[in-house]
């Protein structure tokens, strides 16, 4: 993994010699997290699947005795659990699957940072609520309407069960530095953008609301709670984190356009709940009050400027010079 610099020297002080070891560390979060600590001072161990090597140690998340070994062999100081099958639409099809990954495996991940003393951070997610009375704190009722929101609401009682000092943070829909664009549920509406070359209509939901957050600010809030969690042992339990624009698919659409001064009159938006394999809540809005009042939380990035750094990979030079240039 390249060197991505150290912290300035008062937080140098702080992190030297610690360790923090990642998993789903191949994944948009995972590799936000192993950025954000290693350009911070810490030792980085990421872990991951089929995509793990060569950058990454690859090791399969539901089998209790690699990861034991794991952990005994690195002996990590924080462990943060990205790990986990996170597209609800897939989970209502491949229920059993996912669920061995998002609750049994987070169990025995959990199990293991108890035994060896490790801060242990589960993100978890937005959809454990219904999303019929926002915003959300964090000891409001969890009423998850779909089988990804009730694995993850599983995964946090499994974390709290088997190590009581667990920190929980809940997020919603992420999007950041992806390798494709259909990496994120954000970023994938880049196609739908780029459908104006076709002359042809893209309808999308207007809807289901969204606080899109950048994977980059929730890789900062996660090495602030490592910071502060491994001195005070107050720092357990759940908090929230959330980008601050409400926005629909349609609305973050239209907004990618805007930030490439692209043409968006073929976005259509649909005012209905759109069909789908797996329900969603209509809006799961997170009141993140309990990490401001204890200046764990970092300020959100903009959406139009963040997509717009996130999407700029992707764009076509032609269209790209003629945007900026012309």
């Known amino acids: ?25 191949t994944g948009l979060l995972g590799r936000a997290v192993c950025k954000e600590f290693q350009s911070n001072g810490w030792s980085v161990i990421g872990t991951g699947y089929r995509r793990a090597q060569p950058r990454f140690l690859r090791c399969d998340m539901t089998d209790e005795d690699a990861v034991r070994s794991l952990l005994h062999e690195h002996k990590p100081d924080v462990i943060v659990h990205c790990a986990a099958e996170r597209r609800p639409d897939v989970m209502e099809r491949h229920t059993e699957a996912a669920v061995h990954l998002n609750v049994h495996a987070t169990g025995t991940v959990a199990k293991e940072a108890a035994v060896c003393g490790a801060l242990f951070i589960y993100i978890s997610t937005d959809y454990v609520f219904d999303g019929r009375s926002p915003p959300y704190g964090e ?20 974390s709290l069960r088997h190590c009581p000092g667990a ?86 659409a239209v907004a990618m356009a805007q930030a490439f001064n ?52 992707f764009t076509a030079d032609k269209r790209w010079r003629q945007t900026v240039f012309h």
């Not at 000891?139 to 499994?158: I, W």
């Not at 920190?167 to 999007?175: E, K, Q, T, Y």
């Not at 259509?268 to 990490?291: G, Y």
């Open 167 to 252: 920190v929980i943070l809940r997020v919603p829909v992420l999007f950041g530095e992806v390798e494709s664009v259909v990496e994120s549920a954000v970023t994938a509406l880049w196609l739908k953008v780029e459908e104006a070359d076709e002359d042809g209509c893209s309808a999308l939901d207007h809807c289901l609301q969204r606080f899109p957050t950048d994977a980059r600010d929730v890789a900062a809030v996660c090495r602030k709670l490592a910071e502060r969690g491994r001195q005070d042992p107050s720092i357990r339990g759940i908090f929230h984190f959330s980008g601050k624009e409400q926005m629909t698919k349609y609305e973050m």
């Open 1 to 25: 993994m390249p060197d991505f610099g150290i912290a300035n020297p008062e937080e140098e002080d702080l992190v030297q010699g610690l360790k923090v070891l990642v998993t789903g560390a």
């Open 139 to 158: 000891d409001d009722c969890p009423n998850p309407v779909n089988v990804y929101g009730r694995s993850k609401l599983e995964g946090e009682r499994e």
């Open 262 to 313: 692209l043409p968006s009159n073929h976005l259509i938006p649909l005012t209905e709940q759109p069909a789908a394999a797996a329900p969603r809540p209509i809006n799961s809005q997170l009141n993140c009050s309990r990490l401001e009042l204890l200046n764990l939380s970092v300020e959100p990035r903009p959406f139009s400027t963040a997509i717009a750094d996130c999407l700029w990979p």
